[in-house]
Structures are given as C-alpha cells and as structure tokens.
C-alpha cells in the first residue's frame, strides 16, 4: 500500500464523534501532503454520542480547523458553558460551580484563595465563588466573551459548549467530506494482518470489500475492535475507584431561561447530569450498578426531569479505565476505544481531541516509528491518569453517609498520586502543579473547597497583609458583580448570536 | 561555671553568601513579625562564589516580594540586561549558536518554527537560527528595550536575563536585611545538634549556642548545618576556575559569549561598569564536587544554593536555583515548622525537579561535546535521553513540569549542539518551501528593522538610571 516508503492511506474505522473528529483533523491539517482518508462506518451501529458538554480547549480544536462558530454553534443546538454545577456532592444540601477561570488575583505571591479564606474566617467573605466572573454570570444567567485585555475583569475566564454531539459529528462530517474525506458505507466484518510485521493490512467488510490502508485510527468505540480486539492492547480497569458501571440517558423539552452550565447532581449510587441546549435538555443518570438496580436508576431519572421526555431512557454500561497502550503498530486508538472515563467533567470529547493532537504531532509520513509510538501513549497516560485523579476526587472527598454508595467511595483507597494532592491541600491548601494534564489550579480549587475541604493551615504570610490589601480584596466581589450585571442575559446572547433554526420555530 | 543562655530567634540563617542574605532578605519580608538572625559559619568558602549571578525572567517575581526593582539591580548592582549568550565550539571550532529567551520565528499552521527552519535549511535558503530571534538580533547589535506589553506588538517576543555583580547583589540584600530588622550575630556556627532528624541547637563560638525553630543551610560547599548526609554526586567533569575583570564602560552589554575548547570553555560578559571573564578549565585529576542533597528540606532545616545543589557553571545555575528555592519556600512556607511535614515533601520533590532539569541542560552540552570528540557521552537522566531522541526524531521537544530552560532555550541548543530532528512535522510539510523561506525571511526583515529602532543598551541604561536618581534621591542606599 505504502508508495516509495510513503505513507499514503488512513483508514479511521467507525464515524461518532470520535471518527468524524479524526477525520475533520486529518483533512485540514495532514491530507495536505496528499493522503486518502477514508473513513468507515456502518448504520447499524450505534454510536454513543459521547460529551454533548465540553471544556473550553474544545474551541482550540474548532478554531484549528476554521469552523464558524456561529455556523457550528446554530447547527448544533449550542448553548454557551461557563462552568459546571455540582449539587449534593460534600453534603445534601450544599451546590457549588466548577466554573472556566480563575477566582481572585494572586498577591505578592500569595494564591487568592488563601486570603480568601483569611476574610472568610474573619466573616469578610462568604463563598469564594463570588470572586469568580464565570460562577457569577451563570447564577445570574448572563454571559458576555472573554476579554482580550488583561486588565479586564472578563479576561478572567474562558467558554465552552454544550452541544448536540450526533450532529457536531453530522457537522464535521460535512466539514471532511468536503476536504476530501471519503465515508465508506459499511460493517467491519474482518481484519486482515501482514504476517511478517503484525500491521492490519485491511479491513473486510460484510460486502466482501477489502480496505486497504496504511495506518488504521480504531473509533469503533467500547469494542475497540482493531486495538484491542487486534491488537491486544489490554484494558486497565479502574473500576476500584470509578466504580459507577452504567448510567441511562434520555432528552427532555427545554425550560426556560436556558442557563450556561451543565449540572452534575449526586444521587444515592452515582450522580445525574443536567445539559441545557437550545431546543432540549440532555438528561442522564450514571450509577453503580454494585449499588443500584436498574429499574431504580430509570425511576430517579425520569421522576426528576423538567420538562417532557423525548422517548424511552437509553442504558448505557461501561467500565472505567483505559488501554494499556493506545498506539500499537500501525493502529491508533481514537475516543472509546482507547478508554473511558464518565462524563462527571465533561471530558469524553476532551480526550479525543487530545488524541488528535499527539497523533498529528507524531503522525508517520512513511513507516511508523516506534519513538512515536512511545511518546504518544506517555502523553495519553498522562492525560488518563490525571483526568482519573480529578474524577476520583469528587467521590473521595465527601462527607455524605446516607448511602452504600458513598460510604464505599468515601472510604476507597485512592491513587497515591491523588492521595498526595489531597494531603498537600488539605494540610497546607497549596495545589500541585503539573505542566501537562487538562485541570488546573482553579479546578483543583473549585472542587477542593466546594466539597468543604478546607485548608488546615494557610501561608502564614497572609496574616502580615494590610488593611488596604484586604479592603482590596473584599471589595473586588462587587466589582465582579457590577460588571456581571452589566453582561446581557445568555439567552439573549444565544437569540442574538446562534439561534439553532429548531428553537426559532419553536420559540 | 553555666552554660550562656542560647541566643534566640524565630529564624537562623547560617553563612554570610549570597544565599544567606537573600534568604534573610525574603524572610524578613515575608514574615516581619518574626526574628530572624545570620551567623556566619566557621568553616564556609568563599561567601562569593560566582563574581556574576545571571537573574532569569522567573526572579522578577521574587524580587517585588523582596522590595527590590530592577533599577536597584542596574544602579546598585552594576547590572545589565542581557538578551542572549553566543555559544561557540562546543561541537567543533567553527560551530556557533545563540540561546535567547522569546520566540524564534513564529509557528504555523500549527507547526512550531523551528520545523519550518529544517525546510529552509534543507533549500540553502536559512541564514543562521538566531536570525529569526528578535533577543539575539537586539543582542548582537548591543540593543535593549523592555519587551512591549501589546502581545501581538513583534517588540512583545522576547524575555531577558538580568546579569548582577554577585558581591554588590549581597551587599544590597544584607543592606536591606539589615534595614528590615534582620539581627546579625558576630560569632560563627562551629557545629549543630541533630535529634530526631531535627536541629536542636546550633553551637557557636566561644561556648554559645543558638536555638531557633527553622534553620537555613547557605554555608555553600561546606553544609555546614545539613553535613554530607544525603549528598548525592553525579558524573561531571571538574574544574578549576580563574576569573578576570577589566574594567570598562564600553561594549556590547546584551550579549554574553561562551566559548569551549576540548579542555576548557570561558564566558564573557558585561557588567555595567566592567567585563567579566571567567575561564572553567578540566582537571584531569581533580575531584568531582558536584551533586545535591536528595533531602534539601529536613526537619526544620533549609539547605539553600550551593548548600543544596552544586552543579557546573554553565547556565549559571546557582542563582536560578536559588530563585526557585525561594520561591518554592515562600510558596510552602511554615507557620510552624514543627508541623510541616507536607510542606517539606512538596519542596523536596520540586526542588529535586529543578535540579535534575538544570543538571540536564548542562549535560546536553556535555554529551554533545563527548559526541564531537569521539569520547564517551556522559549518563544521560531518562529525562534528557527522551528529550534527545524525541527532538532528534523528528523535532518534537519534551518539556517536563517545572523546567528552567524555556522551551525556544532547548531548541536554540538542541539544534546549534547539532542534534538535528531527522524529520519534521507533518504540519510544516503541507506548506511550499518557497513561500516558507518568503515568509520568514520576510520575518527576519521585520527584525531587523525593529532592531534599528532600538536605542543601545548603554543609553537605555543612562535614562533609566537618571529616572531612578530622580526617584530615590542620592542617598538611597
């Protein structure tokens, strides 16, 4: 197949998000060089549709390709996200934001939420959350761009989207077909090998057709069915500390004012999520099936949703975790078949995208090397692992003894590295830094204090600030608030910037 | 006859170097409310070791918490800012380079430039690297501005070092120590008190002791409160250092030169007032020195500076070490050092980091050195063999948490030390190698043309210095 050593044709097997993600990427940044990409997928699968929420770097990847973001955001039924709520999870009762930027400013080298907490304990603060533009904005249902300037409050934090994910692949899919992407019709019914290297030389298809090619992208989802069932790449099982196996998911008609974050509310075996788009809320309800029937979980669900469902709920099941090695040979895995962690922090379509990026950064031009293969599943360990660290923190750090559930995961042995990470914030409130790795300090932060973990002991510098400092610092919670209630609200931002046609008819 | 009470404090910093009173200097800003107290040691080295400490980017941070500004560097410290250092024959009489902090070129379509750089390399079309530098090109025209604020102003991409006369730097920091209440006691450390894997008490001289709750180590070479326990060398070549001063005005201020023969390399740079040599030359026999505690927080006890990591002289790493010292110890700092367990960890495992990755910039040149001369390559971190073999792949750079090197140093060294990327990305392949090489020859243009622009470092510095008399009067220090 390979031309003069060159390599020459990319089979991505499977569409879904992760697929038509694949191939959108490929076609604008690699074909360039001249290589066929085809990508094959078949009607009769399914596909999960994973992350209708998602995380600011999302926009990154949109921009990397040129997509119009009023164009995607219309098609897709998009509402903005600032953020995520959490509801129940240190307590029943208690709610906090995991919102996109930054609280405070640091002083003199000293973190803001530090001297946060030196006015909270002398009754000069109350949340820490009214020091951050974005958890503002969303509890009071504004929105406004991030500011350029530095200088200025909405320099503070950044966006994402809450989407229909079915039709953002419907929209990439458009986006590579017309940059010479070629779908392929059809059910992978075999994999042919090369006997003296091990490479997949093709992939049959129930029709007969052979598709050859030089580098396969698995995006057949849970079956992972070029890289493990192939490959032999082994699944690593996490389930010991994300134990929640299923979660069944189902639409509902909107309510209105649409809000701009999703909604992560911790049930007595797992957690529900609450997506507000333009014309529907994504609902969905992952629990532990250790813990919980399903009949129960279906119950929950569908006795809290807000508006009318759009159908039966959907079950889903799964198991945490991630291949051993994401890159084998000339097989790369791409979305579900290279892991899964549950959408608690909207990062399915994170770690596509992360994929997407090391494979460019290493792609082959002629045979594969094996120092790219090396360096490509360092960094997706690195992403697997740290993105597992933060989702095992919203479980381990809870107070809640009402259920089986969270006692178990109260009382769970962690990973060491998160084990450190919690003991580093709660004995002395400073948070580890890494240079790779998707969540940064206000994240660490926003759940840390949310789940009323508390810094034993603060930097001891903050007692010598002076009284100006502080006035300083107390006061920016109403500059924050003037400068939110000056913002329009996010619903008409959307009216204004991409109503989906859907909600124009509707609405 | 009884014992003399202890001399008490909050804080004791034993040594009289440049670590010692930087530290002074930090603490007694950071925590003014406590006593804190140098005593020199009896058996330190010279408390000068370096006669020029070189400031990168990362200290301005520490300095405003320590109260000091840049004009106090310039006007007290007979400093300088320098933009880039040229490297030459490290891997052959003939090879020359230039590490500068700030961009090199610009990235595209996804691409980093240096990829884009391979291409016009491979054409005959690519001047020399540092060309697409705007530090380098303002250096080697003896040039300096601040870096403009408009991110996407050309004039914003670029940082700079700061190069300071070591002495006049610990002069001013034990000057401002002093101001700030810092107690300095005239007699000596002779000895400490360990218990517990705690300090007691230190012994000093004429049958005192002192009794403080945190201890810091800048006693340089001679750790004289941390001892050798836990020293851990690593593999360098040692040398023998002969420094040399002429005393001039004149010159290129920006740019500092290092030249390497087989047994030697000397570096060359301006301070305000004189230049500065200093020859680091092999001792066949000698003694390798270097190395770092693995444990540099212990107890309640901070070794700081050379006390804690030792390494070769190229990069000068002593002070940016320090600077992360400090740093990471402002960060973690105690309230009650008692019960700082945790924070003692945290600093450990991040200080440990910089030292390895300092250790790594340094061996890069080394192994490149041994490579040219057909000698054996020094070990190599697993840390710097991937960084290696990743870029010489095909030019992808591993940065690690907690780097020293910005990410445009390791490639302005990984490519002038001749560690040439195989292939480059697939990104930088899509593009014409015609409009490439336009492009940034275009690009090279600008530079240049901005560079005319610029005034001369002496003159930056006389306005500079006239502002800040205007500012502080005469008797300001």
Redesign the interface.
């Known amino acids: 197949m390979m031309k003069d050593g060159r390599l020459k044709r990319i089979i991505i097997a499977g569409g879904g998000t992760a697929g038509w993600m694949t191939a959108a990427g490929l076609s604008r940044l690699i074909r360039p060089l001249g290589l066929d990409i085809i990508l094959v997928e078949s009607k009769q699968i399914g596909t999960v549709g994973v992350g209708e929420a998602t995380l600011p770097h999302m926009r990154f990847f949109n921009q990397s390709l040129g997509l119009d973001e009023r164009e995607l955001m219309a098609f897709t039924h998009a509402t903005f996200k600032l953020g995520i709520e959490f509801r129940d999870w240190g307590r029943i009762g208690d709610a906090y934001i995991h919102p996109f930027g930054d609280y405070g400013e640091d002083h003199d080298g000293i973190a803001f939420h530090h001297i946060w907490q030196h006015l909270h304990a002398q009754g000069r603060a109350r949340r820490i959350d009214d020091w951050s533009v974005p958890v503002v904005m969303s509890e009071r249902g504004r929105f406004a761009f991030p500011a350029a300037d530095t200088d200025d409050l909405l320099s503070t934090y950044s966006y994402a989207y809450q989407l229909d994910a079915g039709r953002y692949a419907q929209f990439l899919r458009r986006f590579s077909e017309a940059r010479g992407v070629s779908r392929i019709e059809g059910r992978i019914v075999d994999v042919g090998r090369t006997g003296e290297t091990g490479d997949i030389a093709h992939l049959k298809l129930e029709s007969g057709a052979l598709l050859e090619g030089d580098l396969f992208i698995d995006c057949t989802g849970f079956r992972a069915l070029l890289i493990g069932e192939q490959m032999g790449a082994q699944f690593l099982d996490w389930s010991n500390v994300l134990p929640c196996d299923r979660a069944f998911a189902v639409a509902c008609e909107s309510v209105e004012p649409s809000v701009a974050y999703t909604r992560a509310t911790a049930r007595t075996a797992g957690w529900q999520w609450r997506i507000p788009l333009q014309h529907r809320i994504g609902n969905g309800h992952v629990f532990c099936s250790h813990f919980m029937s399903d009949d129960e979980a279906a119950g929950i669900l569908m006795g809290s949703l807000e508006g009318a469902p759009r159908g039966e709920p959907r079950l889903l099941k799964f198991k945490a975790g991630q291949r051993d090695r994401q890159w084998i040979r000339n097989c790369v895995a791409v979305g579900l078949s290279s892991g899964f962690l549950e959408p608690l922090e909207s990062t399915s379509i994170y770690l596509i995208q992360a994929a997407i990026t090391a494979l460019v950064d290493g792609f082959p031009t002629g045979a594969v090397d094996a120092r790219d293969v090396e360096e490509f599943n360092r960094v997706m360990d690195l992403e697997y692992e740290r993105v597992r660290d933060f989702l095992v923190l919203h479980y381990h750090a809870t107070e809640r003894e009402d259920s089986e559930f969270w006692n178990h995961v109260r009382t769970m042995p962690i990973p060491d590295s998160l084990a450190y990470k919690m003991e580093l914030f709660r004995e002395r409130g400073v948070v580890a830094t890494y240079k790779d790795g998707l969540f940064l300090h206000p994240s660490w932060i926003a759940v840390y204090l949310g789940q009323r973990m508390m810094p034993r002991r603060i930097d001891p510098r903050v007692a010598g600030l002076g009284e100006d400092v502080l006035a300083r610092f107390a006061g920016m919670k109403g500059d924050i608030s003037s400068c939110v209630d000056a913002q329009q609200s996010h619903d008409q931002v959307i009216a204004g910037y991409c109503p989906s046609p859907e909600r124009s008819l509707s609405g | 006859m009884s014992m003399p009470e202890p001399l008490r404090a909050n804080i004791l910093v034993a040594g009289d170097s440049l670590a010692a009173w930087m530290g002074a200097l930090a603490f007694s800003r950071?925590?003014?409310?406590l006593a804190v107290a140098v005593a020199p040691y009896h058996g330190e080295d010279s408390p000068i070791a370096d006669p020029v400490v070189i400031a990168r980017p990362e200290f301005r941070?520490?300095m405003?918490?320590l109260g000091l500004t840049e004009a106090d560097l310039v006007s007290e410290c007979d400093g300088t800012f320098l933009l880039a250092t040229r490297h030459a024959g490290w891997t052959g009489e003939a090879a020359v380079f230039h590490q500068a902090l700030g961009t090199f070129g610009a990235p595209a379509?996804?691409a980093a430039f240096h990829h884009y750089y391979q291409q016009m390399r491979a054409a005959g079309q690519a001047p020399s690297y540092g060309t697409f530098s705007l530090a380098t090109s303002m250096a080697l025209a003896g040039k300096f501005i601040h870096p403009a604020a408009n991110p996407r102003a050309l004039e914003s991409a670029f940082d700079y070092r700061i190069a300071i006369d070591a002495a006049k730097l610990r002069d001013l920091a034990k000057h401002r120590a002093l101001a700030a209440g810092v107690t300095q006691f005239s007699t000596k450390v002779m000895g400490t008190a360990w218990s517990d894997g705690r300090i007691r008490h230190l012994l000093l001289d004429g049958e005192q002791s002192a009794e403080v709750d945190f201890y810091l180590d800048c006693t340089g070479t001679a750790r004289g409160l941390t001892g050798a326990a836990g020293w851990t060398g690593i593999q360098a070549l040692p040398y023998r250092r002969e420094t040399g001063s002429v005393e001039t005005g004149d010159g290129n201020l920006s740019l500092a030169t290092v030249t390497a023969s087989p047994d030697r390399w000397t570096r060359e740079l301006a301070l305000r007032t004189r230049r500065v040599t200093e020859t680091f030359s092999c001792l066949e026999d000698g003694l390798a020195h270097f190395g770092y505690l693995a444990v540099p927080w212990r107890g309640n006890c901070v070794a700081l500076g050379r006390a804690a990591c030792d390494l070769p002289a190229l990069h000068a790493p002593a002070f940016s070490l320090l600077t992360r010292e400090l740093?990471l110890l402002?960060?973690?700092?105690?309230?009650?050092p008692a019960?700082a367990r945790?924070?003692a960890r945290?600093y450990n495992r991040?200080a440990l980091t910089a030292f390895g990755h300092m250790r790594d910039a340094q061996a890069l040149f080394e192994a490149a050195s041994a490579r040219t001369q057909g000698k054996p390559s020094p070990d190599l971190s697993d840390n710097l063999a991937?960084k290696i073999?990743?870029f010489t792949?095909?030019g992808?750079l591993?940065?690690?948490?907690?780097?020293i090197l910005s990410d445009s140093e390791w490639i302005a060294c990984l490519l002038g030390l001749g560690f040439t990327p195989e292939?480059v990305?697939?990104?930088a392949?899509?593009a014409s190698v015609d409009a490439v090489c336009d492009n940034y020859l275009r690009f090279a243009k600008r530079i240049r043309q901005a560079v005319e622009r610029m005034p001369d470092q002496q003159t930056y510095i006389q306005h500079m210095l006239a502002e800040y008399a205007k500012e502080t009067g005469p008797d300001a220090v």
Request: net charge negative; glycine share 8%.
């Open positions: 950071w925590r003014p409310e941070k520490l405003a918490q379509n996804g740093g402002g960060a973690l700092l105690p309230a009650d019960t945790v924070e945290e991040r991937r073999e990743q792949s095909r992808r591993v940065m690690y948490d907690d780097e292939c990305s697939p990104l392949m899509a």
